[in-house]
């Protein structure tokens, strides 16, 4: 069997002599991407000859970035059920730490995001595990006008956001209505620290039965210190569970347990889940340390409660604080996608190594595109 050297010496010289002999009217004619996608499969189809069903029950080079099982619910925003996904996957610990034998996955970030949701409202990481859940149902709904996905307080994101429409929380105009009077004082802050009480688990009551006595802090500042080390410890168990080396360790040790490649498929498609999980993460983190003063009901129903001269002003707000955000979302969305394909191609060449390389064929092969791809430059 032979490993790297030729592999990726075949894999080099079919792309280059392939792309060396693209002329610029087949670009203009057929455009870049019709080329390009031609030439893949072309080297695709040369190199599956030479070994034993590499692409046919593992992942394809060429579509693996989009095609993804049907088993697999990219729209489930349940952490526990994720982390129970993952911990069902058995690794063989001597391709990660040395020694042998096997075991189920250490706890990851999904798991650890579990863990935080329970938590209280006063503890901040169970702030950042509903945001991670809002930014998810956001992310993975087809029907951004249905998200169907709960919040810890048992109310779907748009019950949610029903509920915190102005002429909602105004219905009540009594002085016991806390929310609203904070709203008509215009203290923002308080308001948005209001809606991310109503997100846990113990707000799942009428709006304008919400008191002061609701929120609360730390309970000590070991409690606050613990806070802290929990958000640390969860970024690093989602940065753990997402790393690149270890996704191509996870798919080597499958391969070497069971040399099936459907198996090893099914390890990168299920950590693909982490993979969203860690990004969704990020975006709550930058968002919730971001230097803006925030509008948290950012409609024209909210525009309307102030005089009409200091209108413009606010609007102009909402957009920037538009923008703001969609930079910041787009930039991660970028990043993490690009470690997602990253660990998926990590993931092929394990399972092209895996298989059996017919050296002489694939040298003659090579030999015969070297061939053509000198007479056609010679009729030039």
């Known amino acids: 069997m032979f490993k790297t050297i030729p592999i990726i010496c075949a894999l080099t010289m079919l792309f280059s002599l392939n792309l060396n002999a693209i002329s610029l009217d087949d670009m203009l004619n057929k455009g870049k991407d019709e080329v390009l996608g031609g030439i893949k499969?072309?080297?695709?189809?040369?190199?599956?000859?030479?070994?034993?069903?590499?692409?046919?029950?593992?992942?394809?080079?060429?579509?693996?970035c989009f095609d993804l099982s049907s088993d697999i619910n990219l729209n489930d925003v349940d952490f526990c059920a994720i982390a129970d996904k993952l911990d069902n996957l058995k690794i063989n610990a001597c391709s990660i730490i040395g020694g042998s034998g096997s075991k189920n996955i250490s706890v990851s970030g999904a798991r650890k995001l579990?863990?935080?949701?329970?938590?209280?409202?006063?503890?901040?990481?169970?702030?950042?595990?509903?945001?991670?859940?809002?930014?998810?149902?956001?992310?993975?709904?087809?029907?951004?006008?249905?998200?169907?996905?709960?919040?810890p307080n048992g109310k779907s994101l748009s019950e949610f956001y029903k509920n915190w429409e102005v002429s909602s929380i105004l219905k009540d105009p009594s002085p016991t209505n806390i929310v609203g009077n904070y709203l008509k004082g215009g203290d923002l802050e308080v308001v948005a620290l209001f809606?991310?009480?109503?997100?846990?688990?113990?707000?799942?009551?009428?709006?304008?039965?919400?008191?002061?006595?609701?929120?609360?802090?730390?309970?000590?500042?070991?409690?606050?210190?613990?806070?802290?080390?929990?958000?640390?410890?969860?970024?690093?168990?989602?940065?753990?569970?997402?790393?690149?080396?270890?996704?191509?360790?996870?798919?080597?040790?499958?391969?070497?347990?069971?040399?099936?490649?459907?198996?090893?498929?099914?390890?990168?498609?299920?950590?693909?889940?982490?993979?969203?999980?860690?990004?969704?993460?990020?975006?709550?983190?930058?968002?919730?340390?971001?230097?803006?003063?925030?509008?948290?009901?950012?409609?024209?129903?909210?525009?309307?409660?102030?005089?009409?001269?200091?209108?413009?002003?606010?609007?102009a707000q909402i957009r920037k604080q538009q923008a703001f955000e969609s930079a910041i979302i787009a930039e991660i969305e970028e990043k993490w996608n690009r470690k997602y394909e990253l660990a998926k191609l990590i993931a092929d060449k394990e399972m092209i190594m895996a298989q059996e390389f017919d050296r002489e064929s694939a040298k003659a092969e090579i030999e015969k595109i070297v061939a053509n791809a000198g007479s056609e430059s010679g009729k030039d």
């Open 41 to 64: 499969n072309k080297v695709f189809e040369n190199l599956d000859a030479h070994y034993k069903k590499i692409f046919e029950e593992g992942l394809s080079l060429t579509q693996s």
């Open 195 to 315: 809606m991310e009480y109503a997100r846990s688990a113990k707000g799942d009551k009428d709006i304008n039965a919400f008191k002061i006595e609701d929120l609360k802090a730390p309970k000590s500042i070991e409690e606050y210190k613990k806070g802290i080390k929990e958000n640390i410890e969860t970024q690093r168990k989602l940065i753990e569970s997402t790393n690149i080396n270890n996704v191509g360790s996870l798919v080597k040790s499958k391969l070497n347990q069971s040399n099936n490649t459907k198996e090893a498929k099914e390890v990168v498609e299920k950590l693909k889940q982490e993979f969203d999980l860690a990004k969704n993460s990020e975006i709550s983190y930058k968002l919730a340390n971001a230097n803006y003063k925030k509008i948290p009901i950012p409609t024209q129903e909210y525009i309307e409660s102030f005089r009409i001269d200091t209108r413009p002003k606010l609007i």
């Open 114 to 151: 579990c863990l935080d949701k329970a938590r209280e409202f006063e503890d901040y990481a169970s702030k950042r595990a509903i945001d991670v859940i809002e930014n998810s149902i956001l992310n993975t709904s087809k029907d951004k006008d249905s998200f169907s996905a709960k919040l």
